[in-house]
């Protein structure tokens, strides 16, 4: 994008009359040209590659079925997430477990059962959730697609 050369605002290269800021006529340098981006891309260069975009999809299926383990946060680029949902699915089901197993008459490994079904089931909201989001991005800033 071109600039006015009176006030330096950024202004549509349709402009070559007048600025609509400050009203300056010709407010376009003569020596003016737009840049070609075909040319500044080398695409043979070994180092470039095009960005594939993550899918929100996968991203709320892996969080219906893998999400106690962080996979879906692991899978967009968002670690940190996925370290903190290990660490609430350990929590969730080591402390609602043994509260289960042990201060109530269910089984023990049923109250650990529980538990996990418990943390599956927060994930399975949490896939939902991604789902209906309007315009998710990864960890990049990327939006998903």
Known sequence: MPYCK???????????????YCGE??????????M???RRIDQMDPSFKLYKSKSQKVCAILSMTF???????FYIKKNSLGYIDIAITVALV????????????????????LSFLAAWAIFL????????KDSPRDGSGEFLR
């Open 94 to 113: 080591g402390i609602l477990g043994s509260v289960l197993a042990f201060a109530t008459p269910l089984p023990v490994w049923l109250g650990y059962v």
């Open 67 to 73: 999400g106690y383990f962080g996979v879906h946060n």
């Open 125 to 132: 909201l949490n896939g939902f959730i991604i789902l209906k």
């Open 6 to 20: 009176s006030c330096h605002r950024e202004i549509s290269k349709f402009d070559t009359d007048i600025c609509p």
């Open 25 to 34: 006529e010709s407010p376009i340098d003569s020596n003016y040209k737009t």
């Open 36 to 38: 070609d981006i075909t």
